[in-house]
C-alpha cells in the first residue's frame, strides 16, 4: 500500500512545522489519532492520555502506510 501523502509530504506543509499545541517549532512528533504534529513536551503530555490518543516520534519511530 502506498500512502496519498508520505510523511516526508507532509513535513514540508507550513502549518505541519509548528507544535499544534504551544505553536512551537516543530517536527519531532504526531498524534495519529487526531493528525497533528506536537513539539517534544506537548507530546509527552499527549502520551499520557494514551485512551485517546497514538503519538509517536517521526524519527524514532516506524511508521506504516497506514499511519500517513
Known sequence: ??????????????TNTF???CNKSTKQWADL?????????????????TYVTNVKSI??????AEDV
Do not use: M, N, R, V
Not at 35 to 45: E, G, N, P, Y
Not at 59 to 64: A, K, M, Y
Open 59 to 64: 524519527g524514532l519511530d516506524e511508521w506504516t
Open 1 to 14: 500500500i502506498i500512502a496519498a501523502f508520505p510523511l516526508s509530504h507532509l513535513l514540508t506543509i507550513e
Open 19 to 21: 507544535c499544534f499545541q
Open 33 to 49: 489519532s487526531h493528525a497533528i504534529f506536537l513539539c517534544l513536551s506537548c507530546a509527552a503530555k499527549y502520551k499520557e492520555l
